[in-house]
C-alpha cells in the first residue's frame, strides 16, 4: 500500500472513529411505572395496558395484545400491579411469592399452544434481582410444562421467571424468557 493510500486510510479512519455514537435511548423508550420506577424498553417492544393492573409489553409477534393474561400466542412479558397482586395466587388470593403467579382456579392455557394446559412446579430458582439502583426485588424461576389435555402428557416446557418489588408492587410476570428482559430491569430508573 503506497504512503498514499495509508493517509487517506488513517483519514477515514479518524472520521468514523471521531463520529458519535447513537445514544442509548435513541433506540429505547421510558415506561413509566409505579413508585417512580421508569423502564427503559428497547424501541420495538409494544407496551399495551390490558386494563388497570395489567399491562402486557410486546416483545415479539402477537395476534391478540390486548387479550387477558393466559391468552397464548404472544411473545410478552407482564407488569402487574396492586390489584393484580391481589388476585395473583391460584383460587384469588394475593400474590406473596410463595407460588407461582397464577390468577385462575382452572387449568390456564399453555403460552406456546392453545391446545395445551400448564402446570407450575415448584421454584427452580430464589433470589433477589436488582432492579435499578438501590432496589432488589425478590426473584422466582418456576418450572412449567404444557400438558395435553386428552391424557397429561407433556408436550413442551418453559420457565416462568418473576420480579416482585412488594413495597412498590409492581410484579414482573415472563412465561417466554424474554432476552433482554433482566437487563432492562438491571437498568431501571428510580425517581
Request: hydrophobic share 40%; with cysteine; net charge positive.
Amino acid at each position: 500500500m503506497s504512503k498514499r493510500h495509508l493517509a487517506v486510510a488513517a483519514a477515514v479512519a479518524a472520521t468514523v472513529l471521531a463520529a458519535p455514537l447513537p445514544a442509548a435511548a435513541d433506540s429505547t423508550r421510558p415506561l413509566k411505572l409505579r413508585g417512580g420506577l421508569t423502564l427503559l424498553l428497547p424501541a420495538a417492544w409494544k407496551v399495551h395496558r390490558v386494563k388497570p393492573g395489567w399491562t402486557r409489553v410486546v416483545t415479539g409477534k402477537c395476534a391478540a395484545p390486548k387479550a387477558g393474561y393466559g391468552t397464548p400466542g404472544c411473545d410478552s412479558f407482564w407488569i402487574l400491579g396492586p390489584k393484580a397482586i391481589r388476585q395473583g395466587d391460584e383460587l384469588f388470593r394475593p400474590y406473596t411469592g410463595a407460588s407461582a403467579f397464577y390468577p385462575a382456579t382452572d387449568v390456564q392455557r399453555c403460552p406456546r399452544n392453545s391446545k395445551w394446559g400448564q402446570t407450575l412446579g415448584a421454584a427452580r430458582k430464589k433470589g433477589l434481582r436488582q432492579v435499578g439502583p438501590g432496589h432488589r426485588a425478590a426473584y422466582r424461576e418456576w418450572a412449567a410444562a404444557c400438558v395435553s389435555y386428552a391424557n397429561g402428557r407433556v408436550r413442551s416446557r418453559f420457565v416462568q421467571r418473576e420480579w416482585f418489588l412488594p413495597t412498590t408492587k409492581v410484579l414482573v410476570v415472563d412465561q417466554w424468557s424474554t432476552p433482554g428482559l433482566s437487563g432492562v430491569l438491571q437498568r431501571a430508573r428510580w425517581s
